[in-house]
């Protein structure tokens, strides 16, 4: 009769916060949060984000105050946006030796040596269309691309950072980074990739901090559709045989699913993201007084990890980490 109440009483488990810590099953460390950064021209900038409150846009000069507070909590690393100085159609500014992520690359390595600096590697912030990968017509011409992210993503090691992480799901631009990265030294450099990353509704937020916003169209010929899990999987063979030492799913909360069979399906470090959208949902019904903020961001962020989630990149790395 073993399994049967009265004897058996889940309950008894749960009576005092001394035993619910002893049988908790998963765990979030500061460690494993990743902070995204925004890094605008200028000097003396901390501009608020208006979607995202409490996020703001960094110049060169400020960005580790905020690094820096992230890392006083306890995260260990950053990961960082730039809006360029200018666009144009091919995104050049990307792949500057001056370029706005290289400085903040060299600023924060000089300010906040143990730091770790991670890249998002795209073009949609430095093209004048705000597409991805350049144009053919109207369409995003995949292989013309992958030279430039590859550019891209050796400037960025070029000038400090520790792990890049390409974002605009082309075709081959993992095994195109991993062999452009080799070619110039940088064979010790890990790639982090968005292997499977929707076509999402939640990216808007970020588009006004990152003024990112395509001028015509959406991403759905690049980026996947919210439908698909097999596709998801496939994305992922794909990468891990180009070489990606780790992978991304992103959004987190709305593709526990996937995220879940992402991480039985390979055995690489899986990072989700939680995106602005989803910062932006819950620090609006917090602000209404709808829903307590601090519990409900430790509620998505376990949920992320037990689906999965071995890094976590999110807005509220700095919150998380102190109740950590
Ligand atoms: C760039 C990029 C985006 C995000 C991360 N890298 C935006 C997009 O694809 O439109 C979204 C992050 C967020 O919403 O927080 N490709
Ligand atoms: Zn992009």
Known sequence: MAGRFPAVRPRRLRATDRLRRIVRETRLAPEQLVLPLFVVPGRGKALDVPSMPGVRQWSVDRVAEEAGRAFDAGVRSVILFGVPEAKDASGSHAWREDGIVQQALRAL???????TLITDVCLCEYTDHGHCGVLDGQSVANDPTLALLAKEAVSHARAGADVVAPSDMMDGRVAAIRSALDAAGFAGTPILSYAVKYASG?????RDAAQSTPAFGDRRSYQMD?????EALRELALDLEEGAD???????LSNLDVLAAVRAACHVP????????????????AANGWIDEARVVDETLIAIRRAGADII??????????RC
């Open 109 to 115: 390595r000089t300010a906040l040596p143990e730091l």
């Open 202 to 206: 939640l990216y808007g937020p970020f």
């Open 226 to 230: 919210p439908a698909n899990v097999r």
């Open 246 to 252: 780790m992978v991304m799913v992103k959004p987190a």
């Open 270 to 285: 899986v990072a989700a993201y939680q995106v602005s959208g989803e910062y932006a949902m819950i620090k609006a019904a």
């Open 313 to 322: 990149l999110t807005y509220f790395a700095i919150d998380a980490a102190r």
